[in-house]
């Protein structure tokens, strides 16, 4: 018994990690001949106003047709993370066999059935169907002016359109409005009709897209805006540095000159002192450390997926985001264990196991502890969101089997190739102690102020970003996605310089952590914003909504701060070099 069900699982979760690659069965092949099979799923039902909060289609009393095969099904692991619950119609539908207006089936209307559908009514539900992976939407029903009658749409008139063997269009119209009462039947009907368009197949999806509102004027401003304060910031920072650190150097070859006892007498002051002290290993280095590494793993993941968008229309398939995403993550893990190995062991860490372990863990853990609170909320609403039991099993084992292994490998290429310190001078064996500075010099102060300017160079692409995913667009411009990401890259470097310069030019030498924070300070300012963008740019409502928001919100703004954080690592060869001729 206990191996039989060792042997079920191990199948499913081989299964499972197979689907992240792309597998192309005969429906995924796109192609069809006269009068062959072209199969109408239906996914999921729920209110307009909460994207994510859907449940199966059935889940209302709808009622399906007659035909109970089917030639084929296919389901990803990202189908089954984002809740596509794809559920065959029972609808006769063959390739350029048109159907006049056909009843498929009847509803019995029992008082239940009645008060559910009036209940989805109320609510605005809408429902979303699938021919050939093209989308279709369509509203359940609609009340009258007061109110107090309810109609249910019964005629569902599909428009296919083809060029050659491929399908590149559909269109639903919704008719046949029928008042809803108890204790009577509804006949629910469908039509067919084929139609020969123009369209090629590669740009069947367009008439999903927004040019206009992705491509909107102030989309680009708000690039040009950004582009511009780069090169503002970098030339105001390179200007301020480069004569501060020449009035600096200046001032202690001048010191140099002078005899001991001036030279006690004199007031000293600035970065020079502490640069016995400045190479000191920060405080807690383990979580510093895996901190660094998950960072530069997250980093390489959204420039990878970003490129791969560019290049390919991830979009067009069901879930292939989410599960190109995952593999990347995979694959990327010794990224994670080479930085984060490498930086705890010129710290002098001894426990690198167990920062192997932290570092492979942290970010998998962070997103899974989320997904499984809410996935209690989604249980308890029978929502397709609701991630099947197999499905966390299988991301479980990946978590074990593919990135441990791979982190291991990279901490200890990280620890033999580049663990050893090569820091430019002596760290002194008693620390410097720390004098008092003004109240806007010190590390909190530097870390709320840190993240201003890098959230003010992303935040108008956050916008396009939130409604992408929590309304009902489709982002595509992975462009803008790429420059924003490389302003930000450019706008943190700088401001952590900056931050970082103040810091040591007051003698307080503890710069790692206030380098850190002050970059990862712009996840706060994120997820500030999205409570705004929740009140006042949206109309959702409930607590499982709610819950879904400001939860992966909150993974969504971590993870930007991490990646903010990591940029720390671009800088210190800055640093080094400012207090290497010491």
């Not at 979009?315 to 080479?338: C, D, H, K, Q």
């Amino acid at each position: 018994m206990g191996s039989s069900r060792w042997k079920v699982a191990v199948a499913a979760f081989v299964a499972i990690v197979g689907s992240l690659l792309p597998v192309h069965a005969d429906e995924h092949e796109h192609t069809y001949t006269d009068k062959e099979e072209v199969v109408l799923w239906m996914n999921t039902v729920g209110p307009y106003h909460n994207r994510q909060e859907t449940y199966k289609y059935f889940s209302l009393p709808f009622c399906a047709g007659s035909k109970k095969t089917i030639s084929h099904y296919h389901e990803t692991l990202g189908e089954a993370l984002q809740g596509v619950e794809l559920e065959f119609s029972g609808l006769d539908i063959k390739f350029k066999d048109e159907v006049m207006q056909t009843t498929y089936c009847e509803i019995d209307l029992d008082k239940a059935k009645r008060d559910a559908f009036v209940y989805a009514i109320k609510n605005h539900y809408w429902y979303q169907m699938y021919i050939d992976d093209l989308p279709i939407w369509g509203i359940v029903g609609e009340a009258d002016e007061n109110g107090e009658d309810h109609y249910l749409w019964t005629y569902k008139k599909l428009e296919i359109g083809y060029n050659g063997n491929r399908i590149v269009d559909v269109n639903l119209t919704s008719e046949g409005k029928v008042r809803l009462m108890a204790n009577t039947r509804i006949a629910m009907s469908y039509s067919v009709k084929w139609k020969k368009s123009d369209v090629k197949f590669e740009d069947r999806f367009d008439k999903y897209l927004d040019p206009s509102f992705f491509q909107h004027r102030i989309h680009w401003f708000s690039i040009f805006n950004s582009f511009m304060m780069v090169i503002f910031l970098v030339g105001l920072v390179s200007m301020i540095l480069m004569r501060t650190l020449r009035k600096d150097y200046a001032r202690y070859s001048k010191e140099e000159e002078m005899d001991d006892m001036d030279r006690d007498l004199g007031d000293e002051y600035g970065w020079k002192q502490v640069h016995g002290d400045v190479f000191r290993p920060s405080s807690h280095p383990l979580i510093f450390s895996s901190l660094i590494g998950s960072g530069c793993q997250i980093f390489s993941v959204s420039l990878i997926v970003i490129i791969v968008a560019m290049v390919e229309d991830l979009y067009t398939e069901r879930g292939s985001m989410l599960s190109t995403a995952i593999f990347v993550y995979a694959a990327t893990s010794p990224v994670n264990g080479y930085f984060g190995g490498s930086l705890y062991a010129k710290q002098g860490g001894r426990r690198w196991i167990k920062q192997m372990f932290i570092g492979a863990f942290m970010i998998p853990a962070m997103v899974c502890g989320t997904a499984f609170f809410i996935n209690f909320i989604a249980i308890y609403y029978h929502a397709s969101r609701a991630i099947p039991f197999g499905t966390m099993v299988a991301v479980c084992c990946i978590c074990f089997f593919v990135i441990l292994p791979l982190n291991l490998v990279g901490t200890i290429l990280g620890r033999n190739l580049s663990g050893q310190p090569n820091f430019p001078c002596r760290v002194n064996a008693v620390p410097r102690p720390i004098p008092e500075k003004k109240w806007f010099m010190e590390p909190a102060v530097i870390v709320c102020l840190g993240g201003i300017l890098p959230f003010g160079s992303i935040f108008i692409e956050m916008y396009f970003i939130f409604t992408s995913f929590w309304a009902y667009k489709i982002y595509y411009v992975y462009g803008f996605m790429m420059l924003v990401l490389v302003i930000l890259c450019i706008v943190t470097v700088c401001v952590t310089i900056v931050c970082t310069y103040f810091l040591l030019n007051a003698e307080d030498y503890r710069w790692q952590w206030t380098s850190f924070l002050s970059a990862a300070s712009t996840a706060v300012y994120v997820y500030m914003y999205s409570f705004y963008y929740y009140f006042f740019k949206t109309k959702m409502y409930g607590l499982f909504q709610t819950s879904f928001y400001f939860g992966y919100m909150a993974v969504f703004s971590t993870a930007l701060g991490i990646i903010c954080a990591f940029f720390f690592l671009l800088k210190p060869s800055v640093n080094s070099s400012n207090l290497s001729v010491l």
